[in-house]
T-cell receptor
Framework: AQKITQTQPGMFVQEKEAVTLDCTYD???????LFWYKQPSSGEMIFLIY??????QNATEGRYSLNFQKARKSANLVISASQLGDSAMYFC?????????????FGKGTKLTVNP | KAGVTQTPRYLIKTRGQQVTLSCSPI?????VSWYQQTPGQGLQFLFE???????NKGNFPGRFSGRQFSNSRSEMNVSTLELGDSALYLC????????????FGSGTRLTVV
């Protein structure tokens, strides 16, 4: 079974600074996908960024970038120029293929607080 | 285009009752997955439906069931509610093919008293 580990229960960052949220994963599948989602207090899961296991370059989406180190099985999320609105829970997830069906396996999440 | 719509947003039920939650996916998406989120267990996969067929089921008791209609809307049902069923229930919509992304709804927050 696949597993996602997020070792930082909480992180604090000053507004306008960059922050890195850690994610390590464990899988024996050669093909997999990694996602990062943001969950504000309202509850909705907001898609941020995706990295496929065969992608040659690290994914980037605006202020979000993914530091993908395949050999180390890590997929850390980097948020540049933090904003107050970035305060939320952040979840790393892996797509698990189960015989034609897929599901997401989530980490426990990291609560990010951006201070003014 | 419209996002994933979950109704109701909040629900309070009594132990022993049953509840039905609804999820309308993005137009054109044929796959709907359900997840339960609790402080203790985190996000756990409940089941996935594709073209009205359940393709996958997580490790939950038979009290948890679901279905999908021909318009891809999905419902999940929990019978004989227990206090531990209190959670945020999220549904995710997808095109269904390998490698496609998932769009989540805002969730239904169920409280069992």
């Amino acid at each position: 079974a696949q597993k996602i580990t997020q070792t930082q229960p909480g992180m604090f960052v000053q507004e306008k600074e960059a922050v890195t949220l850690d994610c390590t994963y464990d899988t024996s599948d050669p093909s997999y996908g990694l996602f990062w989602y943001k969950q504000p207090s309202s509850g909705e899961m907001i898609f941020l960024i995706y990295q496929g296991s065969y992608d040659q370059q690290n994914a980037t989406e605006g202020r979000y970038s993914l530091n993908f180190q395949k050999a180390r099985k890590s997929a850390n999320l980097v948020i540049s120029a933090s904003q107050l609105g970035d305060s939320a829970m952040y979840f790393c997830a892996m797509r698990e293929d189960q015989g034609g069906s897929e599901k997401l396996v989530f980490g426990k999440g990291t609560k990010l607080t951006v201070n003014p | 285009k419209a996002g994933v719509t979950q109704t109701p947003r909040y629900l309070i039920k009594t132990r022993g009752q049953q509840v039905t939650l609804s999820c309308s996916p993005i137009s054109g998406h044929r796959s709907v997955s359900w997840y339960q989120q609790t402080p203790g267990q985190g996000l756990q996969f409940l089941f996935e439906y594709f073209s009205e067929t359940q393709r996958n089921k997580g490790n939950f008791p038979g009290r948890f069931s679901g279905r999908q209609f021909s318009n891809s809307r999905s419902e999940m049902n929990v019978s004989t509610l227990e206090l531990g069923d209190s959670a945020l229930y999220l549904c995710a919509s997808s095109l269904g093919g390998t490698g496609n992304g998932y769009t989540f709804g805002s969730g239904t927050r169920l409280t069992v008293v």
